[in-house]
């Protein structure tokens, strides 16, 4: 059963930095695009930033030039630097990526979230 598990959350002051991972586990034949979205309390979840299986990256404007997505092939994982944070920045984030599993089915996977919270 494939899974995305995150870790890397927490408490920062701000214009710190934090930097969140997301490892995909399981028998995957494939992973596609990886992306991270994050939630505020009474808002809608949006899309942070995304990088493609080629490599290519795009951010959401507010984070442009604060936040860099990247990502460990041999690993299967997604990482999201985030640096000068922003009180605006305190959110629950989740991981996605599109993967090709065992059972031929490709899809959308998302982690169960973890939360970063901008406060001094």
């Known amino acids: 059963q494939v899974q995305l598990v995150e870790s890397g959350g927490g408490l920062v002051q701000p214009g710190g930095s934090l930097r969140l991972s997301c490892a995909a586990s399981?028998?995957?034949?494939?992973?596609?695009?990886m992306a991270w979205y994050r939630q505020a309390p009474g808002k809608q979840r949006e899309l942070v930033a995304a990088?493609?299986?080629?490599?290519?990256?795009n951010y959401s404007d507010s984070v442009k030039g604060r936040f860099t997505i990247f990502r460990d092939y041999g690993k299967n994982t997604v990482y999201l630097q985030m640096n000068s944070v922003k009180s605006e920045d305190t959110a629950v984030y989740y991981c996605?990526?599109?993967?090709?599993?065992?059972?031929?089915?490709?899809?959308?996977?998302w982690g169960q979230g973890t939360q970063v919270t901008v406060s001094s």
């Open positions: 990088v493609s299986s080629g490599g290519t990256t």
């Open positions: 399981g028998i995957i034949f494939g992973i596609y695009d």
């Open positions: 996605n990526a599109d993967i090709l599993p065992r059972d031929g089915r490709r899809r959308d996977y």
